[in-house]
């Protein structure tokens, strides 16, 4: 009983909190209250805000999932606020930034189908140029992304799952979701030994991929095409089997890389100049990584470090902000808060 009272009083805290972003936004007071701003305070606010998303739907199904009406409302802000800028006008910018100016990048991660055929569209009605970053084995090879298929398959059964004798070892040490476990600990393994547990746990449970939600299907060779011809998106780096930089040796992630660079090259006619971490962290110095990327001739690389890209920021290891999948409101009000 008295857990079903705290709970209701949570859900009203956070109708009332929703409540004020709403008042905030349509009065304009979240809309970065650049009028309000003296000198200072606007050079404070100077740099490139870079946001990541990774799916775009047709329609709000799924309360995680970011649609195509909020993609567009959250444009449409940026618009209004920021310069928004290429992504090849992003790194101009932080070769020779101008202070005071306010500049907004939007990137994609993992390389989806639905960038393609909802979020384009998007963009388009909004003239919002985007970066792409694709990992490009799922793409070449038609099948999921391995995080997808392990968080589908346990999805489908869990019980399933349990009998797969490492998968067991890993749920009995608790703390998280089984399949925030298993995808947590098998990015920590090298991309071979990863794939090998992997395609053991499909074979167990006879998992079908064709059952997997569209959502989660990656882009065809000649979708990549058809992205990357549109002048409003760059493609961008992002390993070939979607590999977390730790989880590598130097021999592994330069071919991870090599792998990616070449087949973005050939099947887009563009190499690609900017990266971003899989997973959007990196435990390897800026310095030791810098070597790595600059031997394909990447030029810049993104995180998922909640910061805003100054004037004087490591290009190595540049920061994003989520899109997120809520109101407008909610996400202007966030935004609102990050110069302060």
């Known amino acids: ?14 109708r009332v909190k929703q409540g004020v972003r709403e008042i905030a936004y349509m009065t304009g007071v979240s809309s970065g209250c650049t009028g309000f701003l003296n000198a200072t305070d606007r ?3 100077t740099g490139l805000y870079a946001f990541i998303g990774h799916h775009v739907v047709p329609v709000g199904e799924d309360a995680h999932i970011l649609s195509a009406d909020r993609l567009y409302d959250r444009l449409v802000h940026l618009r209004k606020h920021f310069d928004m800028v290429s992504a090849a006008e992003a790194l101009a910018w932080l070769r020779d930034p101008e202070p005071g100016e306010r500049l907004a990048t939007i990137t994609f991660d993992d390389g989806y189908r639905d960038n393609l055929t909802v979020g384009l569209k998007v963009l388009e009605a909004a003239s919002a140029p985007a970066t792409c970053f694709v990992a490009t084995e799922p793409i070449l090879t038609g099948k999921p992304f391995w995080f997808d298929l392990v968080r589908s398959a346990v999805a489908e059964g869990p019980n399933a799952a349990m009998s797969v004798p490492w998968v067991r070892a890993i749920a009995e040490q608790g703390g998280r979701h089984l399949a925030d476990a298993l995808v947590h600990e098998l990015n920590q393994l090298p991309p071979a030994a990863r794939d090998a547990r992997v395609a053991e746990f499909a074979d167990t449970l006879d998992y079908d991929i064709g059952s997997m939600p569209p959502h989660l299907q990656p882009l065809s060779p000649g979708e990549l095409t058809d992205l990357a011809s549109s002048p409003l998106i760059t493609i961008g780096a992002h390993t070939h089997t979607h590999s977390t930089v730790s989880c590598c040796s130097e021999e592994q992630l330069r071919d991870e890389l090599t792998q990616n660079v070449t087949a973005l ?4 006619g563009r190499r690609p100049h900017l990266f971003a971490y899989p997973k959007g962290a990196t435990e390897t110095s800026s310095f030791e990584i810098a070597s790595l990327l600059e031997e ?7 995180t998922t470090q909640r910061q805003i890209n100054r004037m004087k920021s490591d290009p190595w290891l540049l920061g994003r902000f989520p899109l997120g999948a809520g109101p407008v409101s909610q996400f202007a009000w966030e935004l609102m808060q990050l110069s302060f």
């Open 1 to 14: 009983m008295e857990a079903m009272a705290t709970a209701q009083i949570e859900g009203r805290i956070q």
């Open 43 to 45: 050079l404070n606010r």
């Open 265 to 268: 090259e050939q099947l887009t």
């Open 296 to 302: 394909v001739q990447l030029q810049a690389a993104f």
